[in-house]
Structure formats: C-alpha cells, structure tokens
C-alpha cells in the first residue's frame, strides 16, 4: 500500500507554548491509525496540521503528493471539503438543521443537488441503524445517535482521508464501542484512510496500528508480526 | 476454568449424557481448547463417586455413550456455592512486569523503551481481541471483553509506571 497522508518533522507552537516538535508520522491508504497519547501531548495538534486546520510553523504535511502546508487557506478549505472528512468528541450537529440535513450538509457545500444529496444521506441511515430518526434535531438524539448521525456526515462524502478526534470520548463504553464498530466497518467498506486520535487503548484496538505521541513527537512502535 | 464444577453447573440445567456435555462445554467455554472425551467421563465418575451426580439408566442404542447423568442434592449445593462465592481478585501486582521495570532502573537500562515495548504488545493483542469480538457472537465478544479490560488494566499501570520513572529511579538507585 501506499502513503497517502504524511507529516514531516513538523513543528507548532501555540504562542510560547510548543505543541509539536518535529513529529512525523506516514499513513497509508485504507489504514486505521491511532494517535494515542496523554493529555497535552499534541496528539489533537498533529491531527489538526495533517488535516489542514492547523499551517505547521515548520515540516511538511503532504496529502496524496500535493504539500498542504504550503496551501492557501482556500485551497485547504476546499481540500477539507472535498476530501476529508471529520468526526469529533462532540457531534458538532447544526441545531437548525434535521439530522438527514445535518449528514447531506457536507455534499450540498460540495455543490451536490439537494435532490441527489438527502436521498445519499438518508441511505446512511439504514447502514448506521439510524432509521426513522432523519427528520429530529440534535436536541431530540441520544449522545449515541447524534454522534451515529455525525459519522454518517463524516463520510457520506466518501472522503479520502477521516479525521476522528476522541469520537467516542462523550460516550458511555458499551455505545462508544458501539459507534467505533460502525465507524470500522464503514471505513473498511469504502477504503477510507482514518486517522483516529483517543487516550483510551480500547477504542485504539480498533485501529489496524497506533503511534504514541509524546511531548510533540512522534514513537511509531515497531511492529510486531501477526 | 473449573472443569468439575462447571459440567455440575451444566447438568442441573438437566439431565444430559457425557457427549451433549462435552458439545455445550466446548461450545460455550472451550474457546479453541475443547475437553477430550476421556477428561469428561472421568470427571464425571469422579462426581458421581464423590455423590454429586448419579447415572440414571442407559438409554438403549449403539455407542459408548449411553449413560445419562443427573446432578444430586450434593451437587446442587456444590454449584450454589461457587457460583455465588465471589472469585479471588489475582493478587498478582503485575509481578514480571515491576520486576523487569525496577531491574531495568537498577541496571540503568531503557526502562521507557521497555514499557512502550509492552505497551505495543499488548495493544496487539488488545487489537486481535477486538476482531475476535467484531466477528462472533455475543459470547465470544462477552469473553474477549473480559480479556480487554484486564489488558486495559495493565495499561494504566504502564501509564502509570511511565509517568513516574524519574522519581522511581531515585528510589532504586539512590
């Protein structure tokens, strides 16, 4: 398989403060990878310059050999659009929105019809065991449900590369391991690159392997044959 | 695993032969390692020897396996008793794993390294448990759950273990 995602020896700094110092990490296509590491380690800072949110103060970040570091902010955003996807602790749901408009609302920014984009994310519904619940805002779901229905928007666009930030962190255990299986299964589904950031070694089992971050750097342990 | 007790637990569901108790046993906590025929029947001829079960009749028909076998009053109590008994908490420490950490200090050797090391392993296996729990049933995934949150455990210790070295190497390399 090939690298698909990469960040190289990437430095950033909130302020005084350094995040990351010289991490770098390889991702290949269709892998799960978990970033684990404690708290203020920079785990969620590497996940947010490999997606484009964060530009590195130094090192490169490279997606499917374009430099995205190097990227004005329209081409990042576009980029985010339209080849990424993100799930995060909290659903983020728009609570104007109807849960079936909340998963389409990633193609209708991509300029997809109304008509071809609902009946997309309404079969997203059926797969994530969400029927019957299209037309409820985000203040009628479970903590369980709305993050099913952020999932359901993360990938509905198919996207290259997922980026889940501590997805199942607001969950109890059992409907944590709950959405991780549905997020595995999609993911497997459609050959979709997920780069899953957790504390909790559980929820990095599902990951196909992880690398530990600490004190912004990066320790891919080796493998270990199957 | 308690072979013994648990094939009492399985014939006060009813009376059952030898065969039908290896199936359910293998079935339902063999798990890869099923009970050979021989370790069954002479556990049970040691519980109906020992009281806790009697041979009921020989069902008529070809085969060596045509005893029935029922669960006494002996044997019930046997099976109330352990299954309400709590289980001893493994008072183990995480003996291996502290020795290797402490020694590793005392030796000034990479005592980081070997617990990512560990780490690593176990999230391996952590990684095997959870494919096994995707794949099966609700048993399979009920067992392998028991192993993840003891390997979870360990964890935590490694965790732990880690965040402290500095202040541990004092205390065993003064």
Redesign the interface.
Known sequence: MSVVIEARDVEFAFGQTSALRGASVAVEAGEILAVMG?SGSGKSTLLHCLAGILVPDSGEILFDGARVHAMAETERSSLRRDRFGFVFQFGQLVPELTAVENVALPLLLSGVHRKQALPRARAWFTRLGLDGLEHRRSGELSGGQAQRVALARGLVAEPQVLFADEPTGALDSLTGEQVM?LL??AAREQGTTVILVTHE??I?????R?V?VRDGRV?A??R?AS | MSVPLTLLGLLEREPSHGYDLKRDYDAFFGRGKPLPFGQVYSTLSRLARDGKVVISDVAPGSGPDRKRYIITDVGATEVEQWLTQPVDPEPHLQTVLFAKVVLALMLDRPAAEYLDTQRSAHLHRMRELTEIKRAGSLVDALLADHGLYHLEADLRWIEMTGARLDALRKEVRP
Request: without cysteine.
């Open positions: 404690p299986d595995v299964g070694p559980r990095a089992a599902y990951a196909d992880e530990m320790n342990p080796d270990i």
